[in-house]
């Protein structure tokens, strides 16, 4: 289908990989299209007309509506703190039981039940684990299933965070009463058991305690260097602990050095499960070429070699083992020549890959699943994305002639490049392609009407937000009170006024959707939970 922006047909594929491809002005016109091939079910957008001086003026603000307080408790109420409150509960229950003598099981196996916490807590955030349930449930209930066995899957695996942390934090709780115990006995246990106890659990308290929303965001080099180190740390020392607990035996106050004793207790293979969940995704670690593309100042697109199935992120850095950023992938398929990423400029990793651009980067071989990896579940969807979530968002869109696409930008066709662009052009067709360049005309659009109208056109069953925080709130918001199902982006610790204040820091427009807030730039990469081990 020719594009109504350029009477030429778009330029060779190479051209494009390259980053040579030349630039049309008007790639936002480009879901215009002949009406006589479009069914009259399919939302059409028409061509971009420059607006006049009259008609950019921004109208007055819109009274904003109120949100039910049922919608905002439900928001925040999601699938992972329902998780966590879940996990966190039940061991809460047993570990009070264990403290009070109404549990022998536990009691006796106090480490046990500390280490099989921590071990699903880990496994939970395993890249290979993860994507043996995306693969499961994608390949078990894709398409046929009821629509409400589908969300409630997507639902569950994009917030298994809450049992990591629910996890986590209950191993931390089952360890302190295990070193209890080991104190209140002091006269029965070798002072090197209590010693080793106490260090131990000062290093998975530490570990704990740097995962916590406040110091993520706040601190987030911070978090990541002691949720990482000081957790490796902490997993030798459990294996010390562990050990020495094993071969001991108070009762005779003797040391059992039989390695058959060690392997037949349950803590052992804990510790080893927890070991191995941690080292998989290193062996993937690998130091491999990349060519970056800077159309813009504001972005780097990072080009790798061999293609990938859509929905995943990847994480890269310039070290083998430190400062890992995780990022959106975008390809055409498995079989493509190449897949990228797109890097909006952040902070100093990524302001370094625009201003030193690097030809090597290190990245994790193994990528992890996101929601977006769940799109095969439904029958047809709409992605809606505001700046550079394009990364996260646009895979899926290529490699699916069933998800409909709304980009919100500024400016995309310059701030994004050729290779970008020209991968929108070749694969989406324009009766499923709605972009909106806020520049152009003359500010950020009605959203929700938008979606509404594309929801029901489209026969959408789920629509996936990659957008601001602010942007995603409002978005969930609408489509809640509308009955659409939704899924966004995951935030935590961060409020309206919290970004709105950033904003007023930075003299920037909280703008909401729009994809220029800069306050975004700021929280797309703090606000979402990652694994660091």
């Given at each position: 289908?020719?594009?109504?922006?350029?009477?030429?047909?778009?330029?060779?594929?190479?051209?494009?990989?390259?980053?040579?491809?030349?630039?049309?002005?008007?790639?936002?016109?480009?879901?215009?299209?002949?009406?006589?091939?479009?069914?009259?079910?399919?939302?059409?957008?028409?061509?971009?007309?420059?607006?006049?001086?009259?008609?950019?003026?921004?109208?007055?603000?819109?009274?904003?509506?109120?949100?039910?307080?049922?919608?905002?408790?439900?928001?925040?109420f999601n699938t992972y703190r329902k998780l966590f409150t879940f996990?966190?509960?039940?061991?809460?229950?047993?570990?009070?039981?264990?403290?009070?003598?109404?549990?022998?099981?536990?009691?006796?196996?106090?480490?046990?039940?500390?280490?099989?916490?921590?071990?699903?807590?880990?496994?939970?955030?395993?890249?290979?684990?993860?994507?043996?349930?995306?693969?499961?449930?994608?390949?078990?209930?894709?398409?046929?299933?009821?629509?409400?066995?589908?969300?409630?899957?997507?639902?569950?695996?994009?917030?298994?965070?809450?049992?990591?942390?629910?996890?986590?934090?209950?191993?931390?709780?089952?360890?302190?009463?295990?070193?209890?115990?080991?104190?209140?006995?002091?006269?029965?246990?070798?002072?090197?058991?209590?010693?080793?106890?106490?260090?131990?659990?000062?290093?998975?308290?530490?570990?704990?305690?740097?995962?916590?929303?406040?110091?993520?965001?706040?601190?987030?080099?911070v978090f990541e260097r002691h949720h990482r180190f000081v957790g490796?740390?902490?997993?030798?020392?459990?294996?010390?602990?562990?050990?020495?607990?094993?071969?001991?035996?108070?009762?005779?106050?003797?040391?059992?050095?039989?390695?058959?004793?060690?392997?037949?207790?349950?803590?052992?293979?804990?510790?080893?499960?927890?070991?191995?969940?941690?080292?998989?995704?290193?062996?993937?670690?690998?130091?491999?070429?990349?060519?970056?593309?800077?159309?813009?100042?504001?972005?780097?697109?990072?080009?790798?070699?061999?293609?990938?199935?859509?929905?995943?992120?990847?994480?890269?850095?310039?070290?083998?083992?430190?400062?890992?950023?995780?990022?959106?992938?975008?390809?055409?398929?498995?079989?493509?020549?190449?897949?990228?990423?797109?890097?909006?400029?952040?902070?100093?990793?990524?302001?370094?890959?625009?201003?030193?651009?690097?030809?090597?980067?290190?990245?994790?071989?193994?990528?992890?699943?996101?929601?977006?990896?769940?799109?095969?579940?439904?029958?047809?969807?709409?992605?809606?994305?505001?700046?550079?979530?394009?990364?996260?968002?646009?895979?899926?869109?290529?490699?699916?002639?069933?998800?409909?696409?709304?980009?919100?930008?500024?400016?995309?066709?310059?701030?994004?490049?050729?290779?970008?662009?020209?991968?929108?052009?070749?694969?989406?067709?324009?009766?499923?392609?709605?972009?909106?360049?806020?520049?152009l005309r003359g500010g950020r659009p009605d959203t929700m009407k938008?979606?509404?109208?594309?929801?029901?056109?489209?026969?959408?069953?789920?629509?996936?937000?990659?957008?601001?925080?602010?942007?995603?709130?409002?978005?969930?918001?609408?489509?809640?009170?509308?009955?659409?199902?939704?899924?966004?982006?995951?935030?935590?610790?961060?409020?309206?006024?919290?970004?709105?204040?950033?904003?007023?820091?930075?003299?920037?427009?909280?703008?909401?959707?729009?994809?220029?807030?800069?306050?975004?730039?700021?929280?797309?990469?703090?606000?979402?939970?990652?694994?660091?081990?």
């Amino acid at each position: 289908m020719s594009l109504v922006a350029s009477e030429s047909t778009s330029p060779p594929y190479d051209a494009a990989e390259k980053g040579t491809l030349e630039v049309h002005a008007g790639l936002a016109n480009a879901t215009a299209l002949d009406e006589k091939r479009v069914d009259s079910s399919v939302v059409v957008t028409t061509e971009v007309v420059p607006p006049s001086k009259e008609a950019a003026a921004k109208p007055p603000p819109a009274k904003k509506k109120k949100v039910s307080k049922r919608i905002l408790w439900n928001l925040w109420f999601n699938t992972y703190r329902k998780l966590f409150t879940f996990v966190f509960t039940l061991n809460m229950v047993g570990l009070f039981l264990a403290a009070s003598g109404h549990f022998p099981y536990a009691v006796k196996w106090t480490g046990a039940m500390a280490l099989g916490n921590l071990n699903f807590a880990i496994l939970m955030r395993n890249e290979l684990f993860g994507r043996f349930l995306y693969l499961f449930v994608n390949t078990c209930f894709a398409k046929w299933a009821p629509l409400w066995w589908r969300l409630g899957c997507t639902s569950v695996l994009q917030h298994l965070g809450g049992i990591h942390s629910g996890c986590a934090l209950s191993g931390v709780g089952w360890l302190i009463l295990k070193v209890v115990n080991n104190f209140r006995h002091h006269s029965i246990n070798h002072d090197a058991i209590l010693v080793i106890g106490t260090v131990t659990n000062l290093a998975v308290i530490i570990s704990a305690l740097s995962a916590f929303p406040w110091v993520r965001n706040n601190h987030h080099n911070v978090f990541e260097r002691h949720h990482r180190f000081v957790g490796w740390i902490g997993l030798i020392l459990t294996w010390v602990f562990t050990i020495l607990g094993d071969s001991y035996n108070p009762d005779t106050r003797m040391w059992n050095l039989s390695g058959g004793h060690v392997l037949r207790q349950q803590d052992f293979w804990f510790a080893m499960g927890m070991t191995t969940f941690i080292i998989i995704p290193w062996l993937c670690v690998r130091e491999v070429p990349v060519d970056i593309e800077l159309p813009s100042p504001k972005v780097a697109v990072v080009r790798f070699e061999r293609g990938m199935q859509q929905g995943l992120l990847g994480r890269i850095s310039r070290t083998s083992i430190m400062e890992y950023h995780a990022f959106g992938i975008i390809s055409e398929g498995k079989h493509a020549k190449y897949h990228y990423m797109i890097c909006g400029v952040q902070g100093d990793f990524t302001r370094g890959l625009v201003n030193d651009p690097p030809r090597t980067l290190w990245t994790r071989q193994l990528k992890f699943a996101g929601v977006s990896n769940t799109s095969t579940l439904y029958k047809r969807g709409i992605r809606i994305c505001t700046g550079t979530g394009i990364g996260a968002a646009l895979s899926t869109c290529l490699q699916s002639p069933h998800w409909y696409l709304i980009w919100i930008g500024s400016d995309q066709e310059k701030t994004f490049g050729p290779t970008i662009n020209g991968l929108i052009r070749r694969h989406i067709e324009p009766e499923r392609l709605l972009l909106w360049d806020s520049k152009l005309r003359g500010g950020r659009p009605d959203t929700m009407k938008i979606l509404k109208e594309t929801y029901h056109s489209w026969n959408a069953e789920v629509v996936f937000i990659t957008s601001n925080y602010i942007g995603n709130s409002e978005i969930m918001q609408g489509c809640k009170e509308a009955g659409i199902p939704v899924f966004g982006t995951l935030w935590d610790f961060v409020s309206h006024s919290a970004c709105a204040r950033l904003c007023w820091v930075l003299k920037a427009d909280c703008c909401q959707v729009s994809a220029r807030c800069e306050a975004r730039a700021l929280y797309a990469r703090r606000f979402v939970s990652f694994p660091v081990f």
